[in-house]
């Protein structure tokens, strides 16, 4: 099946770091795997730490479904004062100025509330949201970041119950320190 990504004028990235066998997080939401493990790529690239804060700057929005908001609180918040929507059936509360809740439509949640107020929109898991936003569409480009590391066992990146999609490759890069970034588009064939 090929598609068109979300016609909002807002772009959507959806955003993970995947194992080699396709797992994003240990059953014990234990994160030690995605600590670089001290092999060197040598062709590899590597970013200073000012490209990567340009690199964040330019993110408007992070979305993430509430299992990883939670995670991301026990871990130390990841996504600065950067606006965050979560999304949830809960009523949750936040003291973070930057974090609202969402419940309901996903559509409606990014052609009333985000495409209106931001353009890069970075969806930044878990799993099960993700699928969400791929099974309606809505999503523009996969940025895929593959550690070198077999898990055995986790969370699937994907469940099973995606259908079909075609995707375009449109950037590989290689960092120094073994960890590989997919980018793919939407295919319009
Ligand atoms: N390796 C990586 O790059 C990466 C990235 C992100 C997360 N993770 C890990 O992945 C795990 C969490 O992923 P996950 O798949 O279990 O959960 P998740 O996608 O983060 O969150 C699932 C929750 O989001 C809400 N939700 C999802 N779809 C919804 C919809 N259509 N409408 C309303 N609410 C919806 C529900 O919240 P309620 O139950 O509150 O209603 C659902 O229980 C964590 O361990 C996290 O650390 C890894």
Known sequence: MSRQGNTTGARVTLHMVSSLDGFIARKDNSV???????????????????????????????????????????LGWPYGDTATVVVTGRKLTSTRKSVEFYS??????????????????????????????LELGLVDEIRLTVAPVLLGD????????????????????????????????????
């Open 154 to 189: 986790g969370l699937r990146l994907f469940g099973g119950s995606l259908t079909e999609q075609r995707w375009d490759l449109k950037n590989v890069v290689a960092y120094k320190n073994g960890f590989v970034e997919l980018s793919y588009c939407a295919s319009t064939v």
């Open 32 to 74: 030690s795997w995605l600590d670089a493990n001290g092999s060197v790529y040598e062709a590899g690239v590597s970013i200073s730490e000012e490209e990567a804060v340009t690199f964040l700057k330019a993110i408007d929005c992070y979305v993430l479904g509430s299992r990883t908001y939670e995670h991301a609180l026990e």
């Open 104 to 133: 309901g439509n996903l559509k409606t949640l990014l052609n009333e509330k985000l495409a209106p107020r931001y353009r890069n929109i970075w969806l930044a898991g878990g799993a099960m949201l993700s699928q969400r936003f």
